[in-house]
């Protein structure tokens, strides 16, 4: 089956550009030109990837970023920011904010299409490994701190309502929740979720712990950072 892709990008020359490369090489591409179209789009088709311009007019990309992340339906996406901006503080802000990689402009259709190919890779070893430890994940329901953390129906409650988080995000407050007083460091914290051989930076934790601690809200706080070594959850 085809990957699907959505491209958000208003500028038509560019937005028709990454659409033609992508369907060379087999891609399901389906391309728009504001973030309002975008979130319909995802909404009646769930993508793959959505490579996502930050300068849309009305709605801007980071807006159209935290939307897709806060709707159990597109949690999951993979998000390659489109951005003219090179500023540490831009990325930083995206990656924070959900987005999985990004990508400057101008960039060469050889480079984008790589960065493409390794963002669904990363995608699909992700769903893969949490089909294999189905099975081995262990099925207590955690209560703590007016939080209840439910593996079977991969459900987070806090004081009662339902936090909607994405897969890895789950992940991760199981297995640091599932141990508290415990510390671990970024790579304990990466083996543990998604074993030994996952190629990702290991600063794609501090990602997941930011994204955590704002759907939280309050309860945010019981996930601490101890400094120079990683993360635990407040005993």
């Known amino acids: 089956m085809k990957h699907f892709i959505l491209v958000v990008e208003d ?26 179209e975008a979130l319909a789009a995802a909404e009646k088709q769930t993508p793959d990837l959505v490579l996502l311009d930050v300068m849309l007019p009305g709605m ?6 935290q939307r897709l992340r806060s709707s159990p339906k597109t949690a999951d996406v993979a ?38 190919r390794a ?15 189905v ?6 329901v955690i209560e703590m701190h007016g939080m209840v953390i439910h593996p079977g129906r991969h459900e987070v ?3 009662g ?23 671990f460091s970024r790579m304990q914290i990466l083996d543990g979720v998604h074993g030994d051989n996952y190629a990702i930076t290991d600063r794609a934790v501090d990602v997941q712990i930011v994204g955590l601690r704002k759907k939280l809200g309050e309860a945010g706080k019981y996930i601490e950072t101890v400094r120079g070594v990683g993360y635990r959850f407040k005993e």
């Open 11 to 36: 500028e038509g020359d560019i937005r028709e550009l990454i659409s033609y490369h992508l369907l060379k090489e087999g891609y399901q591409v389906a391309g728009v030109a504001s973030g309002e």
């Open 60 to 65: 801007d990309g980071l807006t159209v970023c």
């Open 79 to 116: 998000i390659m920011m489109l951005t003219a901006k090179s500023e540490e503080a831009d990325i930083v802000r995206g990656l924070n904010l959900g987005a999985t990689d990004y990508v400057t402009k101008p960039f060469s259709p050889r480079v984008l299409l790589a960065r493409v």
């Open 119 to 133: 963002a669904l890779r990363r995608k699909l070893a992700i769903a893969t490994t949490e089909e294999e430890d």
């Open 135 to 140: 099975d081995e994940e262990c099925d207590e």
């Open 157 to 159: 409650r806090v004081e």
């Open 161 to 183: 309502e339902p936090v909607a988080l994405s897969s890895t995000e789950f992940r991760v407050l199981y297995f640091l929740a599932s141990r508290p007083g415990w510390v």
